[in-house]
Every structure is written in structure tokens, then in C-alpha cells.
T-cell receptor, first 111, second 116 residues
Framework: GQNIDQPTEMTATEGAIVQINCTYQ??????LFWYQQHAGEAPTFLSY????GLEEKGRFSSFLSRSKGYSYLLLKELQMKDSASYLC????????????FGKGNQVVVIP | NAGVMQNPRHLVRRRGQEARLRCSPM?????VYWYRQLPEEGLKFMVY????????ESGMPKERFSAEFPKEGPSILRIQQVVRGDSAAYFC??????????????FGPGTRLLVL
């Protein structure tokens, strides 16, 4: 089975940096995804990690440590539109491509 | 707009009625996944389909739920004799291939089902 754990909510100020953590326990590993979900909308793809290290994409970066079962998403230069839920998901290691999601971390950006 | 399309966006049913949720994948995608999101819960995998085939339905309840992805037309998630516990947001995702290293699932806007 797969167990994905994320903190539930955090508040940050516009322009700041916020780090969202995700720990996972899986019987194998086949990649970790981060999605952003605004209330009432579709999850949108942000980043993907399969090897250890940092992947940078503009204001968003994602880090993975497979040995620790740990990933984080770093949001820089926060904007009001970044207020959303951030979902961590691991792909099924058996090759079926299905994703197992954490409950998501709600980020509230304040002026 | 070549994104994943779902309809209806909102669906209200009374207990015992049937709900039909439709999903049209992104252009060029032949793999479809259905997920359910209960209030305050994460997305839960239900079923994975390719054209005319169910690949993995391990996340779908054995009774009342069925899914199909015909050769022509959208994928359909069907819930018979709905109960209040079926109230949730149902998301469809699609991907181009299965299992490629960086293969990404793209999600539709979801159907919010409310059972009265």
C-alpha cells in the first residue's frame, strides 16, 4: 500500500517563500508529482520528480529524497493567486500509472 | 480548448437514481483515469481505462459503480441507485501513454455530485 502525509494548512505573506512538505511510504517508487488545486477547480500539474535532487521551474521548485521518502515543494515570490491546495501524489510502482494522493496542503497568501 | 472535458459540472440526484458522468480526454490521449474526492479528503483512484478496455478497477466499489471508455465517444462513469455517501467531486484525468518515465496525468474540472 501507499501512505502519503502532508500538513494541512499554512499562511504566508505575499512575496515570501513557503515550503510544503510531503512524506510517503510505498512498497516501491515510480515517481512523485505535485499538483495545484484552486477551490472548485481541476488539479493542475506543477512538477515531477523521479530522481533525488531539486527540479526548478520558475517560481516553483520540487525536491526529492527517495531514501527518506520525502519531498518538498518550494514556492518563491508568493503571489495572491498562489492561494490554493497543493497536492503531493506518488505513482503506483507496479506500472499501472495510477496516482495515490495526500490530502493536500492549503496555502493562504495574505497581503 | 484541448484540455480534459467533463460534464456535467454539477449533478443533483435523489437517492436511488442513476448518475452518469462523462469525460472526454485531451486530444491524442488514449488513457483515462477516474478519481473521487470526498470533502476534506484527498483524491482517491477509482478506475483506469484505455479505449474499450478496463485496465485497473481496483479502486472502484464492486457494486453500483461501472465505467466504460468506448471506441467512439467519451468515457462514462455510471453510478446506479445513488446514496448520500456518493456525494463527492469526481475527477477524470487523461494521459498520452502508460508508464513513460515522465508521463503526466492532466485533470478535468470535475463533476460535483450531490445526492439528496
Amino acid at each position: 500500500g501507499q501512505n502519503i502525509d502532508q500538513p494541512t494548512e499554512m499562511t504566508a505573506t505575499e512575496g515570501a517563500i513557503v515550503q510544503i512538505n510531503c512524506t510517503y511510504q510505498t512498497s516501491g517508487f515510480n515517481g512523485l508529482f505535485w499538483y495545484q488545486q484552486h477551490a472548485g477547480e481541476a488539479p493542475t500539474f506543477l512538477s515531477y520528480n523521479v530522481l533525488d535532487g531539486l527540479e526548478e521551474k520558475g517560481r516553483f521548485s520540487s525536491f526529492l529524497s527517495r531514501s527518506k521518502g520525502y519531498s518538498y515543494l518550494l514556492l518563491k515570490e508568493l503571489q495572491m493567486k498562489d492561494s490554493a491546495s497543493y497536492l503531493c501524489a506518488v505513482r503506483d510502482p507496479t506500472g499501472n500509472n495510477r496516482l495515490a494522493f495526500g490530502k493536500g496542503n492549503q496555502v493562504v497568501v495574505i497581503p | 480548448n484541448a484540455g480534459v472535458m467533463q460534464n456535467p459540472r454539477h449533478l443533483v440526484r435523489r437517492r436511488g437514481q442513476e448518475a452518469r458522468l462523462r469525460c472526454s480526454p485531451m486530444k491524442g490521449h488514449s488513457h483515462v483515469y477516474w478519481y473521487r474526492q470526498l470533502p476534506e479528503e484527498g483524491l482517491k483512484f477509482m478506475v483506469y481505462l484505455q479505449k474499450e478496455n478496463i485496465i485497473d478497477e481496483s479502486g472502484m466499489p464492486k457494486e453500483r459503480f461501472s465505467a466504460e471508455f468506448p471506441k467512439e465517444g467519451p468515457s462514462i462513469l455510471r453510478i446506479q441507485q445513488v446514496v448520500r455517501g456518493d456525494s463527492a467531486a469526481y475527477f477524470c484525468a487523461s494521459s498520452q501513454t502508460q508508464g513513460a518515465v515522465r508521463e503526466t496525468q492532466y485533470f478535468g474540472p470535475g463533476t460535483r455530485l450531490l445526492v439528496l
